[in-house]
């Protein structure tokens, strides 16, 4: 229990639970609810920009391309320009985020940090 079932506070907690929110310990509680496993570098056979990771799968590549270091992104803007649905998106930053590629900033702004 999140807190007290009579608390005023709690009771956002308790909606949440209801809904079927799930607790996060630590990154792997994310990635397990996503399905997703880590997985090591891949090497690419091309690539899009000299200032771009080599080791970037082709989907993460689009991905990393619609962003910039100083030009924070939405995540609706990234999968508009990378022509992906949002939710294949929000994985790939994930995944480009764990890696230390890129940034979440605050308002779900997206920035390269390499």
């Given at each position: 229990m999140p807190g007290p079932?009579?608390?005023?506070?709690?009771?956002?907690?308790?909606?949440?639970?209801?809904?079927?929110?799930k607790l996060v310990t630590?990154?792997?509680?994310?990635?397990e609810e996503l399905?997703?496993?880590?997985?090591?570098?891949?090497?690419?056979?091309?690539?899009?920009?000299?200032?771009e990771p080599a080791e970037l799968a082709e989907e993460e590549q689009r991905v990393f391309a619609c962003?910039?270091?100083?030009?924070?992104?939405y995540i609706d803007t990234i999968a508009a320009e990378s022509g992906m649905a949002a939710s294949d998106v929000a994985a790939l930053l994930l995944q480009l985020e764990l890696r230390h590629l890129?940034?979440?900033l605050p308002g779900k702004q997206f920035i390269r940090t390499r």
């Amino acid at each position: 229990m999140p807190g007290p079932i009579t608390t005023p506070t709690s009771q956002g907690t308790h909606h949440l639970l209801k809904q079927g929110a799930k607790l996060v310990t630590s990154v792997e509680d994310i990635l397990e609810e996503l399905r997703l496993t880590p997985q090591p570098a891949r090497p690419r056979t091309t690539r899009v920009s000299a200032h771009e990771p080599a080791e970037l799968a082709e989907e993460e590549q689009r991905v990393f391309a619609c962003l910039s270091h100083d030009e924070p992104r939405y995540i609706d803007t990234i999968a508009a320009e990378s022509g992906m649905a949002a939710s294949d998106v929000a994985a790939l930053l994930l995944q480009l985020e764990l890696r230390h590629l890129i940034q979440q900033l605050p308002g779900k702004q997206f920035i390269r940090t390499r």
